[in-house]
Every structure is written in C-alpha cells, then in structure tokens.
C-alpha cells in the first residue's frame, strides 16, 4: 500500500467508527505501523473534517514524542507508539469510547469467555485496566501490562483498544469488542453468564490466529519515506 493509500484509508476507518456507532465527537484515536514510525490521528478533530495530510507521522518509541505536520498528534500517541513497539505482531491499533465497553469498564469488569468469540482476541478474558488521566505515560503502561499478549483491553473509566496487523483487522476487532461488551453486559442483566473453560477457549485461539488471514495480509513496510517526526 502506498503511503497516500494508508492515510485515505485511516480517514475511511475513523469516518466508519463513527457510522458503526463506535466513536463521537472528537474521542477516540487510531494508529498505522508503516515501517519503523507509525501514523496517528491528529488531536481534537472531529473525524468529519479529518483530510489524509492531517494524520501525523511519528518514530515508533521516541519518547519525545517528537513530530511534524500541520497538526499535532494524539494526545494518547504514547500507548499507540508503546504498543507498536511491545508488539511486534501488531499493525494497527484502535482507541475509542464505545458504550458498553466504556460501561463495563467504568465498572472494571473484565470480559471473561461468556461467548466463544473472546479467543478472537487472543486470550480468556478481555482485561480491564485501573484508571489513569487520558495521555500520559501512566495509562499507556497499564494499556499496555492490560493488553498483554491480547488483541484487546478495556481502559478503566475510560474506553477500549483494539489491536490487529492490519488496520482492517483491529477495526474488525473494535466492533467484536463492542459486541462482547454489549452480550455481556445484557447477559448480566437478567441472570450469571455462563463462563466457558479455559480448554475450550484456548482450543479455538488457533483456529482465529489464521482466520481472515490471506484477506488481512500485514500492511507493506514503507521505511519511514514521511521524513523527519
Ligand atoms: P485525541 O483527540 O487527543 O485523540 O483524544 C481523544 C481521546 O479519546 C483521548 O483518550
């Protein structure tokens, strides 16, 4: 994918968060590997008025967060950048606020494998972060401690994030999240969930690991052609 492309399509993908219901307003923040920087979304812009030039590109891992462009970056490119670089396996993340998640998470209510859908994300359970105030380095450790091995956590008091090596794949896995929020969430409102065995979650985590693969091949490496961050 060319450079242009990834950028039209992280336009595409936020303009989608919020047709999906997902995201409002300006909350919510995505993230693109493209070789060793990543490109984020820029701070405090409503997702309707976000032009492909806005995203801004970063080195994956400067702790200065350092960057260039007419907009500055995220304020949570810090868990973006610290994810990228814990995790390797990863080519997109996605932040956002979505209800049922935020509810749970409000409540620090982990996930656990009351649906078989749970080992899409990697994992038994979706964990849930205690709370840290939104853009610092703080919340990115618990973001990342949370998510662990994962594809997936919910961010206490504040939201999820979802992961993926392809940009499609971690939106893919936002809306699933929000679905397994929403199932739980209902589910616990009228009776105990029945929580599946370990075994039998840990049985189909295989099995997801190449599902949509071929469809969802990771994003062509692009060697930081964007210049300095
Ligand atoms: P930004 O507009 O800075 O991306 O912040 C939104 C948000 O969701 C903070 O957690």
């Not at 909350?27 to 008025?49: C, D, K």
């Not at 038994?124 to 205690?130: F, G, K, L, S, V």
């Not at 401690?145 to 794949?169: F, K, N, Q």
């Not at 469809?215 to 964007?226: F, H, I």
């Amino acid at each position: 994918m060319q450079m242009h492309d990834t950028r039209k399509a992280m336009v595409a993908a936020c303009l989608e968060m919020n047709r999906l219901g997902l995201n409002q307003g300006t909350s919510g923040n995505l993230s693109v590997r493209v070789g060793e920087r990543l490109l984020v979304t820029p701070t405090a812009v409503a997702y309707e008025r976000l032009a492909p030039d806005m995203l801004v590109s970063m080195l994956i891992g400067d702790e200065e967060g350092r960057w260039s462009g007419p907009c500055a970056p995220s304020s949570e490119w810090r868990f973006h950048s610290d994810i990228l670089r814990a995790r390797p396996d990863i080519g997109a993340v996605v932040h956002c606020h979505a209800t049922y998640a935020t509810v749970l998470s409000m409540l620090r209510l982990p996930i656990p494998a009351a649906h078989y859908m749970i080992a899409a994300f990697g994992g038994t359970e979706i964990a849930c972060t205690d709370y840290a105030p939104y853009g610092t380095p703080e919340l990115s450790s618990l973001a990342v401690e949370g998510l662990g091995p994962r594809h997936g956590v919910l961010l206490g008091s504040h939201g999820m994030i979802a992961t993926g090596r392809t940009l499609e794949e971690a939106m893919w896995r936002a809306l699933e999240l929000e679905t397994l929020a929403r199932q739980y969430y209902l589910a616990r409102a009228i009776g105990q969930p029945v929580v599946l065995p370990d075994a039998a979650i840990n049985a189909l985590i295989p099995r997801f690991a190449a599902y949509g693969a071929s469809a969802n091949a990771l994003p062509e490496r692009e060697g930081g052609s964007e210049g300095a961050g």
